[in-house]
């Protein structure tokens, strides 16, 4: 065995006690009273929760891995030098966290040597577990996860989310929408890329598309949808890293004519 395979065990104990940990936090908050401040942008929010979500987090991580580079939406960059990345999203979804609505989840993804290797994502509120490790495939609540097997976009039900600021552009969040519309294709807005992620490699979803992405939104979602036999890629059809903002995640099947649709060329 060689590079992280050696440490995988412990390294997937320490991921799942961090995830639980975040969402110990995220339970607690959840249709309490919290405090809320604005980012950038109108309705760019952080609460409490977050806060507590990463803190948790952070604790269980930096306790056995004191000497890891460690990415988070809140706190931004912690470098070490180390082959190690945690990149970690303690609530995603924060607005629907903040208005009750239980569609929000913790992503942290875990990388080696600049490869995703891990990624795991919870719903504290449905109880819902999405996890994979780098070739060894995905799994929801330990049982093995698989896209699903419609062949056609135009009936495939999507999901997209949209910036929290507005950038007018070519094939821009809106346009693409409307075509999508305009052809009577569902589109769903879920408000949390990392579920629209594992709804994708659960077969709840065909395929989604995202014009403008962090890091620590794509990071453990991309990994799962391709190990649950799915494709993600950047909007010119390569393959997906998470420093990418523009996303598409699909089964794979309906993948080149959503590029197609996104592009304007359909
Ligand atoms: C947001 C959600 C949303 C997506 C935004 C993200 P946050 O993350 O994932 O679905 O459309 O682009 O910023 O701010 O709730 O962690
Ligand atoms: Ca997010
Ligand atoms: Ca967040
Ligand atoms: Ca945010």
């Given amino acids: 065995q060689t590079g992280f395979a050696i440490f995988a065990p412990m390294l997937k104990t320490v991921l799942h006690e961090a995830i639980m940990a975040g969402g110990e936090q995220v339970s607690k908050y959840f249709n ?28 269980v991580i930096q306790k056995a891995y004191p000497n890891h580079y460690i990415l988070t939406e809140e706190t931004g960059e912690l470098p070490q030098d180390s082959e ?3 990149i970690i999203d303690p609530i995603d979804g924060t607005i629907n966290f903040a208005h009750g609505i239980p569609l929000n989840c913790i992503s942290i993804g875990v990388e080696f040597k600049g490869e995703m290797i891990l990624g795991m994502v919870y719903n504290p509120h449905m109880n819902e577990l999405f996890f994979a490790e780098k070739g060894e495939g995905a799994t929801f609540n330990g049982q093995p996860l698989k896209v699903s ?38 589109v769903r807005r879920l ?29 453990a979602g991309f990994l799962i949808v391709e190990e649950a036999g799915g494709k993600v890629t950047d909007f010119e059809g390569n393959r997906y890293n998470p420093y990418e903002p523009r996303i598409v995640s699909t089964n794979g099947l309906i993948h080149d004519q959503l590029l197609e649709m996104i592009n304007g060329k359909a």
């Avoid at 039900?157 to 929408?177: A, D, H």
Wanted: aromatic residues 14%.
């Fill in 32 to 59: 309490k009273t919290f405090e809320i401040k604005y980012k950038e942008g109108r309705n760019n929010l952080v609460t409490e929760a977050d806060h507590a979500s990463e803190k948790a987090i952070l604790e």
């Fill in 149 to 186: 097997a419609e062949i056609d976009v135009m009936k495939s039900c999507l999901v997209t989310g949209f910036p929290y600021t507005y950038i007018q552009q070519n094939n821009g969040p809106l346009e693409v929408f409307e075509r999508f519309i305009r052809e009577g294709v569902p």
């Fill in 84 to 86: 190690y990345k945690w």
């Fill in 191 to 219: 408000g949390a890329a990392a579920i629209d992620l594992c709804w994708v490699a659960a077969g709840r979803l065909d395929g989604f598309y995202e014009h403008k992405l962090q890091p620590w939104d794509s990071a």
